[in-house]
T-cell receptor, first 115, second 112 residues
């Protein structure tokens, strides 16, 4: 079974600065997807970014980018120009391309943004 | 707004009772997933349906069951409720098996 680990329970960043959230995963599969979801205080789960394992190029969505290291099974999220609205729980998730396609989540990282 | 709707938003019930949570996926989405978010267990996958058929099961208790109807909405039934079942239950949907999942706002269940 796949496991996802987020080793930073909490992180803080100054507004307008850059922060990186870490995620590692364990799998024996070669074809899979990785995601970062944001959960603000409203509890809504919002998809931030996704990465296909077969793509070497790191995904980017505006101020959000990932550093995907397949051999190291590492998938970190970089948030540039942090804004107050970025404060939330961030979950890293793994999805197999085999039967089921369910998401396996890490334990989450709480990001605080200081004005 | 993801386009996925869940009702009710909040539910308070007593131990031993049975409840039904409802999910309407985004228009055109065939896959529905149920997840449970609790303080103890984090976010866990429960069960998946694709076009009316059960596709995968996760850590779903035998007291829990689900189904997906012909109009593609899904219901999660929780019975013989225990205090530990108190959690946020999410439904997510996607257009096919190989696509990202979009989450509903969740149903917060409190068992007293």
């Amino acid at each position: 079974a796949q496991t996802v680990t987020q080793s930073q329970p909490e992180m803080s960043v100054q507004e307008a600065e850059t922060v990186t959230l870490s995620c590692t995963y364990d799998t024996s599969e070669s074809d899979y997807y990785l995601f970062w979801y944001k959960q603000p205080p409203s509890r809504q789960m919002i998809l931030v970014i996704r990465q296909e394992a077969y793509k070497q190029q790191n995904a980017t969505e505006n101020r959000f980018s990932v550093n995907f290291q397949k051999a190291a099974k590492s998938f970190s999220l970089k948030i540039s120009d942090s804004q107050l609205g970025d404060a939330a729980m961030y979950f890293c998730a793994y999805r197999s391309n085999n039967a089921g396609n369910m998401l396996t989540f890490g334990g989450g990282t709480r990001l605080m943004v200081k004005p | 707004d993801s386009g996925v709707t869940q009702t009710p938003k909040h539910l308070i019930t007593a131990t031993g009772q049975r409840v039904t949570l409802r999910c309407s996926p985004r228009s055109g989405d065939l896959s529905v997933y149920w997840y449970q978010q609790s303080l103890d267990q984090g976010l866990q996958f429960l069960i998946q349906y694709y076009n009316g058929e059960e596709r995968a099961k996760g850590n779903i208790l035998e007291r829990f069951s689900a189904q997906q109807f012909p109009d593609l909405h899904s219901e999660l039934n929780l019975s013989s409720l225990e205090l530990g079942d108190s959690a946020l239950y999410f439904c997510a949907s996607g257009p096919s098996l190989s696509y990202e999942q979009y989450f509903g706002p969740g149903t917060r269940l409190t068992v007293t």
